[in-house]
């Protein structure tokens, strides 16, 4: 599990096929990897990769075809500059929201533009993604957590402080640029409980009973 607040970015210094899928090497100069071990998870931009190799200056994970099909990591190259958060403890500061590394999609950049110190970006995404972004709601992207600004039909609005800027990717960003998405988990999960009662017969969970709990209003 993790945050969404980024401690390091760093480089891919080697991206080769494997057996049929990618191992990958990264290289971060100011990733503290003191307390990594081999099996943690660290988000590299945004994808919950498992430490199979601990370096001075980085680790190497492998990536299998289940993740290259959902992910930037299928157009990622040799040299590419990703962000780096190692997995949370539980006596963290939870600075962003609940972030399980787990990618649903792709975003797009459609557009950047700059408002005072801070700079707006508008991105789209499929649909199906869409109804798990709600205005004012937090998003994951390449393993940022965000704020949604607003939302219009297929696509919503970030805007970022100088400050995130400078620490992690998004200055890089292009009209263009794909990046990875997660939606928020909890919406995932009222998803599903609505779901669940919408079939009485297989949840004791009502409409009613949400709106109790303060889940919908």
């Known amino acids: 599990m993790f945050t969404g607040i980024i401690e390091a970015t760093g480089k891919i210094v ?13 290289q971060s100069a100011n990733l503290d990897m003191e307390d990594v071990k ?6 590299t931009n945004g994808v919950c990769l498992t430490v199979v190799a ?75 993604l869409m109804k798990y972004i709600p205005y004012k709601g937090s998003v994951c992207i390449d393993g940022i957590s965000l704020t949604v600004n607003e939302v219009e039909q297929n696509r919503f609005k970030l805007t970022i402080v100088p400050h995130t800027a400078e620490q992690t990717t998004i200055a890089e960003f292009q009209v263009g640029t794909q990046v990875n ?33 303060g889940f919908i209003k």
């Open 14 to 26: 080697e991206l080769t096929q494997k057996q049929g899928d990618l191992a990958i090497r990264i």
């Open 38 to 43: 081999l099996g943690d998870s660290i988000a």
């Open 54 to 128: 601990k370096h001075s200056d980085g680790f190497s994970a492998d990536l299998s075809n289940e993740t290259i099909s959902l992910t930037g990591f299928a157009h990622y190259k040799k040299g590419q500059t990703v962000n780096l958060e190692k997995a949370m403890q539980p006596v963290s500061r939870l600075g962003g929201h609940l972030v399980s590394g787990h990618v649903d999609g792709i975003a797009t950049v459609e557009s950047i533009s700059p408002n005072a110190r801070a700079t707006e970006y508008w991105l789209s995404t499929d649909n199906d």
């Open 181 to 213: 998405l997660e939606v928020d988990q909890i919406a995932r999960y009222l998803e599903r409980l609505i779901k669940g009662a919408e079939q009485p017969s297989r949840s004791d969970i009502s409409m009613s009973l949400l709106a109790q709990a």
